[in-house]
């Protein structure tokens, strides 16, 4: 049965996220530096900070955490049943008024969908979160806006476009198997966001 929100307590921003292999992370890392060599206002991210997120689930309280650790370690079945991904294209993301750099992931078998809307359905009756009703993309974020970019107004239009004019390199073309998913802890710092994990399931 779901739980109303507001217990009380410590709060974080938390989310779900699956792993990636470190050849991956690293052959991103280095595509995002040669992409984004040109183009001003850009912050990278480091290779041990990119993820394919499942659900964010935004504020929730850190008392919950054992029961969503709890929840993944029941999902090990179908984290193990993800299947091979692969890396496609380079995307602004939002399209529009883009404040990250990311790389679409291919999911054929259809396994990290699978996973994504069990995961999404068992945590919403559990915690109360709601997730939102955009369609699940696939993607690695390998870069953002600094924030003085990304803000609103003429400047921060002018540099959005800028950026996204910068023509892109075609993207690493690799296949790979990630069988970790891990729930981490956003923390907000002046320099970006830092990941702490909470849970892990997988790894086999």
Excluded: N
């Amino acid at each position: 049965m779901s739980r109303a929100r507001g217990d009380g307590g410590e709060r974080a921003r938390l989310f779900v996220a699956v792993s990636l292999p470190e050849v991956v992370t690293a052959e991103l890392a280095r595509w995002a530096r040669a992409a984004t060599a040109t183009a001003g206002g850009i912050r990278r991210l480091a290779p041990q900070s990119m993820h394919i997120t499942l659900c964010f689930l935004g504020e929730q309280s850190l008392g919950d955490v054992e029961e969503l650790a709890a929840l993944l370690s029941a999902a090990a079945v179908p984290v193990a049943a993800i299947g091979q991904l692969t890396l496609g294209a380079p995307l602004w993301l939002p399209p529009r008024r883009p404040r990250a750099l990311a790389v679409a992931v291919g999911d054929p078998d259809g396994g990290l969908g699978r996973l994504r809307a069990l995961l999404a359905r068992e945590i919403a009756a559990t915690v109360g979160w709601k997730p939102g009703r955009e369609r699940f993309r696939p993607h690695v974020t390998v870069a953002r806006m600094r924030p003085l970019v990304a803000s609103r107004g003429q400047a921060g239009r002018s540099a959005r476009r800028a950026a996204g004019d910068v023509e892109l390199a075609p993207t690493p073309q690799l296949a790979f198997v990630a069988d970790t998913v891990v729930l981490l802890r956003s923390h907000l710092e002046p320099d970006g966001a830092r990941y702490e994990a909470l849970a892990r399931v997988g790894g086999w």
